[in-house]
């Protein structure tokens, strides 16, 4: 097992010692997944930024497409943050202002610890994987510009519906821990996916 799968598992088995030992229902597994979108868009842009540095052309590229990126993927995930609020949240919660709801949410269910492991299994998979493997070499900015939505819509279809199936049978334990494990195997798939394509891709 490589050091960043090694890392992914580990980062995600953090969200079971919340559910087992302080009282997290689906809302702050699924707000904690959606943060996890955040750090994925913050390391496209590290990686889009880095892709074929030697390519003169590529810097024109990165002028256009790495705003567009950050104002397209900033309001994708911004949509999916207010539907997690609203169907997930506590009432009260004011899903349109996720500059005061996410951090109240972070704050009140302890989630700062699993958003840190997720962050730094991010950061080991893109220095690993991306900066020390070479796939900055290889990989495109029009590959890279559609990288995190094939990843993500795959990964939270299965996180919220699974989410769905666990409201509706109360939040027990055993469904939360088997909502985790899904999360971790589409997680596991969507890494070994990505190295097999940046490792055949070509500029």
């Not at 495109?140 to 510009?145: F, H, I, K, P, R």
């Not at 939270?156 to 199936?165: P, Q, S």
């Amino acid at each position: 097992m490589s050091p960043s799968l090694l890392a992914l598992v580990l980062a995600n088995a953090i969200p079971i010692v919340g559910v087992l030992f302080l009282g997290w229902t689906v809302f702050p597994l699924l707000l904690l997944y959606w943060l996890e979108n955040v750090v994925v868009g913050g390391f496209n842009v590290a990686k889009m930024l880095l892709a074929q540095p030697s390519e003169p052309v590529s810097w024109l590229g990165k002028l256009f497409l790495i705003p567009f990126f950050i104002v397209h993927f900033g309001g994708f995930t911004y949509v999916h943050g207010v539907l997690v609020v609203a169907f997930f949240g506590p009432k009260g919660a004011q899903p349109f202002d996720l500059l005061t709801a996410v951090p109240a949410a972070i704050r009140a269910n302890h989630l700062g610890w699993g958003l840190l492991s997720l962050t730094a299994s991010h950061g080991l998979s893109f220095y690993w994987n991306y900066l020390q493997n070479g796939e900055f070499q290889r990989a495109s900015l029009n590959t890279l510009m559609g990288q995190p939505y094939g990843r993500i819509v795959v990964l939270h279809l299965t996180v919220l519906f699974g989410g769905w199936i666990v409201i509706l049978l109360g939040s027990p334990v055993p469904a939360l821990i088997i909502l985790i494990a899904f999360k971790t195997a589409a997680d596991w798939r969507a890494h070994k996916a990505e190295r097999r394509k940046f490792a055949t891709q070509r500029p």
